[in-house]
């Protein structure tokens, strides 16, 4: 395999692992979507599309370990990320896509725009259909049971 | 500085510590994760009157012992929307926003019957969220401090009506947590990072108004109490 080097391109996919606990309930639209403190790290790891591709990965890959299990996918473009000022660079250790997304001290509207531009790629059942990713191939985990909890009893009171 | 319900921490810095009877304080300092909440003030007359919650917001510890006696009188005013029962072998152990009121005679009451729409999912969401291990991301993710839980219940306490809606509950890498709401086109995120201000993100969908500062001030500029305690419609 050859080791991809240097800035990726800013139609690049990063993905990023999201844990149960940070799915959120929206009310708004009656769905479950990523919480922006997903996003919150001053250095951010993430992987990135075109080096698990050249590895003939799927980037569910990233997520396929026994303790990723109840873990989600979301991904962000480079170019979101460069956007909003942040540096993103290759960090492979144990895995050759890793990279990292670091800027400064985090601002919480930056997270926001980060979390809003992520789009699921491994996704909660009950996800906002609107936060699924528009091109590549989305698959689904069961939706963690607190928040679905939270979302089937708010529905259920406004079913009353 | 208008806020939403009383605080029930206050019994923490008892104003009148002479008064305080040792089985009160035993329960507070003695148990990590128990906290002890209640308000209380002395009336012209010269008694006293005090009710609130006990919050049990993780695992015990240690086995909870039984209150045996409660050192403060409260007024008949006090009983009207309380159940009071006798407090001798009563036991709090695994209870949750178990209030109590301390009367004449020593008593505790049972569950009041009013308490926050909010309070049963954001106790057992806390509980859950303190015990998460070291490294829950999958990265370098440090557990949720109880602190924070405390910190997270407090705000909601002092902000939050009875009839608001529930939070949905989130932890952050630095152990602290965030608190979140996305209805009715707004989305409000309060954020309790260890060791730092308590800090508030406003985003209105229809204006597109973002707003980031500090938590108190911002609940009360956007209004949040009233908007956060509206009622969901359907096909809203």
């Known amino acids: ?160 | 500085m208008e806020t939403g319900l009383t605080s029930p921490f206050r019994i923490i810095s008892d104003p009148e510590p002479e008064r305080r009877e040792p089985e009160w304080s035993v329960a507070s300092s003695s148990l990590p994760i128990f906290r002890q909440a209640a308000t209380r003030k002395t009336t012209p007359g010269g008694t006293a009157q005090a009710s609130g919650m006990i919050l049990l917001i993780g695992e015990p510890e240690q086995p909870l012992p039984r209150i045996r006696r409660a050192p403060i009188l409260s007024t008949p005013s006090s009983r009207s929307s309380l159940e009071i029962r006798p407090i001798r072998g009563a036991s709090v152990r695994n209870e949750i926003g178990y209030p109590v009121v301390a009367e004449d005679d020593y008593s505790v009451a049972a569950p009041r019957p009013a308490s926050p729409a909010w309070l049963d999912f954001t106790t057992n969401r806390l509980r859950n969220l303190l015990r998460l291990p070291a490294s829950w991301d999958t990265y370098t993710a440090r557990p949720p401090e109880k602190a924070a839980a405390e910190r997270a219940l407090d705000f909601l306490f002092r902000h939050h009506r009875f009839t608001g809606a529930t939070p949905s509950i989130v932890p952050l890498t630095d152990g602290g947590l965030q608190l979140e709401w996305h209805r009715d086109g707004i989305d409000v995120e309060v954020v309790f990072p260890v060791g730092e201000p308590v800090e508030l993100y406003f985003y209105e969908e229809v204006t597109g108004h973002e707003w980031e500062g500090p938590a108190d001030a911002g609940f009360l500029l956007f209004s949040l109490r009233e908007r956060l305690a509206r009622p969901l419609q359907i096909g809203e």
């Open chain 1, 1 to 160: 395999m050859t080791r991809l080097a240097g800035p990726a391109s800013p139609e690049t996919e990063l993905f990023r692992r999201v844990s149960p606990d940070q799915v959120v309930v929206d009310e708004t639209r009656r769905c479950l979507r990523m919480s922006s403190a997903a996003f919150r790290q001053a250095e951010m790891s993430i992987y990135f599309q075109d080096e698990l591709a050249s590895a003939r990965r799927e980037p569910a890959s990233v997520i396929e370990t026994a303790a990723h299990r109840n873990h989600f996918l979301a991904a962000v473009r480079v170019r979101v990320a460069l956007d909003l000022f942040l540096e993103v660079r290759r960090s492979p250790g144990d895995d050759e896509a890793h990279g990292d997304v670091v800027g400064k001290k985090s601002s919480h509207q930056r997270d926001k725009k980060l979390s809003r531009a992520a789009r699921w790629i491994v996704a909660p059942t009950h996800a906002c259909r609107e936060d699924l990713h528009e091109t590549l191939p989305v698959s689904f985990r069961p939706a963690p049971p607190d928040p679905l909890t939270h979302l089937q009893s708010l529905l259920a009171r406004a079913q009353k």
